[in-house]
């Protein structure tokens, strides 16, 4: 693979939080060296004068784009999913599945690790690994999962799952009020996974136990969470003034603006995570779809169940980074980061991904500025993927 140097650019660094004017050497697939001047003879050179380089971004909650879904593997098309994801800024992803039976789980496990183990296809999204969200979840809070594919956790299940899913990341999201649910939680932290609270009607005091057990974040911040209350605060109480992390869902459907910002005040720029929560029918339009058993209609940028639930979401994260900006006021600089550095941190893989640092996987989007307001919203130009661009 040719060197590479991109040159003229204002590059984020995540340490400091600012674009600083660096070059970007690129050999081998990775982040080389990054510097204010770099000389190379015999690499290509790219110039990017006056643009803005950010890290690829990561989406750790999504069950699917382009009308494919991680569940659905008897229909997948894993290139023109991935590619659609590429296309749109998201590098890396963790493969969300939804409630399912327990057979029909482990089958889509094999087929997501059978697609991530082998070598990367050029021009499309990686996978991580596999966010379970479903199956373990409160039927009284169910949100948009069927009713009749939820389960309580069991130590048998998760030694399965387990196996299965490895090697890490794998991440699972539940109701830890279920019968079993502090030692599934004990055990698989054992094993390495990471846990979110989600689709839970979890007190107080109950939340805090599940945290003090070994769960890391809040799936899905308000949804499918009781509601906050001055004597009662419940999950939602907790994941704010916790030290977890928060999963936000940023498309303006999901949470009203003013909650967002709420969110990102309450958690601050460190512990709150961008995700989109897409289903197959983001850039795929409207109409009939499918999710956790359940029949989704898309209309007007919109998916619902029969019963009116809201059913994932059309969102893209470059656009979901832009918008926590305009919700909240955050910096640019800092939103990103809550859609690579933060979720790089929170899955144990900020080592290889999530910053434009030497050593890591040269993974990075190309835009033409970092400013947000009434008038202008940053546009995405050129995308890279371990050292190949795609667009």
């Given at each position: 693979?040719?060197?590479?140097?991109?040159?003229?650019?204002?590059?984020?660094?995540?340490?400091?939080?600012?674009?600083?004017?660096n070059?970007?050497?690129?050999?081998?697939?990775?982040?080389?060296?990054?510097?204010?001047?770099?000389?190379?003879?015999?690499?290509?050179?790219?110039?990017?004068t006056?643009?803005?380089?950010?890290?690829?971004?990561?989406d750790?909650?999504?069950?699917g784009?382009?009308?494919?879904?991680?569940?659905?593997?008897?229909?997948?098309?894993?290139?023109k999913m991935?590619?659609?994801?590429?296309?749109?800024?998201?590098?890396?992803?963790?493969?969300?599945l939804?409630?399912?039976?327990?057979?029909?789980?482990?089958?889509?496990i094999?087929?997501?690790?059978?697609?991530?183990?082998?070598?990367?296809?050029?021009?499309?999204?990686?996978?991580?690994?596999?966010?379970?969200?479903?199956?373990?979840?409160?039927?009284?809070?169910?949100?948009?999962?069927?009713?009749?594919?939820?389960?309580?956790?069991?130590?048998?299940?998760?030694?399965v799952?387990?196996?299965?899913?490895?090697?890490?990341?794998?991440?699972?999201?539940?109701?830890?009020e279920?019968?079993?649910?502090?030692?599934?939680?004990?055990?698989?932290?054992?094993?390495?996974?990471?846990?979110?609270?989600?689709?839970?009607?979890?007190?107080?005091?109950?939340?805090?136990?599940?945290?003090?057990a070994?769960?890391?974040?809040?799936?899905?911040?308000?949804?499918?969470?009781?509601?906050?209350?001055?004597?009662?605060?419940?999950?939602?109480?907790?994941?704010?003034?916790?030290?977890?992390?928060v999963?936000?869902?940023?498309?303006?459907?999901?949470?009203?603006?003013?909650?967002v910002?709420?969110?990102?005040?309450?958690?601050?720029?460190?512990?709150?995570?961008?995700i989109t929560?897409?289903m197959?029918?983001?850039n795929?339009?409207?109409?009939?779809?499918?999710?956790?058993?359940?029949?989704?209609?898309v209309?007007?940028?919109?998916?619902?169940?029969s019963?009116?639930?809201?059913?994932?979401?059309?969102?893209?994260?470059?656009?979901?980074?832009?918008?926590?900006?305009?919700?909240?006021?955050?910096?640019?600089?800092?939103?990103?980061?809550?859609?690579?550095k933060?979720?790089?941190?929170?899955?144990g893989?900020?080592?290889?991904?999530g910053s434009?640092?030497?050593?890591k996987?040269?993974?990075?989007?190309?835009?033409?500025?970092?400013?947000?307001?009434?008038?202008?919203?940053?546009?995405?130009?050129?995308?890279?993927?371990?050292?190949i661009?795609?667009?």
């Amino acid at each position: 693979m040719k060197n590479t140097i991109l040159t003229g650019a204002f590059v984020l660094d995540s340490k400091s939080r600012t674009f600083k004017r660096n070059d970007i050497l690129i050999s081998g697939g990775v982040f080389k060296e990054i510097a204010p001047a770099i000389d190379s003879a015999d690499a290509e050179i790219i110039d990017v004068t006056g643009k803005y380089i950010i890290p690829g971004l990561i989406d750790m909650h999504t069950h699917g784009r382009a009308g494919c879904d991680f569940n659905r593997t008897e229909r997948m098309d894993y290139n023109k999913m991935l590619s659609s994801y590429a296309y749109a800024g998201t590098t890396s992803v963790l493969a969300t599945l939804a409630s399912d039976s327990f057979d029909a789980l482990i089958e889509s496990i094999k087929s997501i690790n059978g697609i991530r183990l082998a070598p990367i296809t050029p021009g499309n999204a990686r996978i991580l690994g596999v966010h379970l969200e479903g199956r373990y979840l409160n039927p009284a809070k169910r949100g948009a999962h069927s009713a009749e594919l939820l389960d309580n956790p069991s130590e048998s299940e998760l030694h399965v799952l387990s196996s299965a899913a490895m090697p890490l990341p794998f991440h699972i999201s539940l109701a830890p009020e279920l019968d079993g649910g502090f030692d599934f939680i004990r055990r698989g932290r054992e094993l390495g996974i990471t846990f979110g609270i989600a689709h839970s009607d979890a007190d107080a005091k109950m939340s805090k136990e599940a945290l003090s057990a070994g769960v890391s974040s809040f799936t899905h911040l308000y949804n499918a969470m009781r509601p906050l209350h001055h004597r009662e605060p419940g999950n939602t109480g907790i994941a704010l003034v916790s030290d977890a992390y928060v999963e936000v869902i940023c498309d303006g459907l999901h949470i009203h603006p003013d909650m967002v910002k709420l969110a990102y005040l309450a958690k601050g720029k460190d512990k709150l995570v961008l995700i989109t929560d897409s289903m197959e029918a983001t850039n795929n339009g409207d109409g009939n779809y499918f999710i956790a058993g359940m029949s989704v209609t898309v209309s007007n940028g919109k998916a619902v169940t029969s019963d009116g639930a809201i059913a994932g979401s059309l969102l893209s994260l470059f656009d979901g980074v832009t918008n926590l900006c305009k919700f909240s006021g955050a910096e640019y600089a800092d939103a990103v980061l809550c859609a690579t550095k933060n979720p790089a941190e929170l899955l144990g893989v900020f080592d290889k991904i999530g910053s434009i640092d030497e050593g890591k996987s040269a993974d990075l989007l190309v835009i033409d500025s970092a400013e947000v307001n009434e008038n202008h919203c940053p546009v995405l130009e050129k995308v890279c993927i371990g050292g190949i661009f795609i667009r």
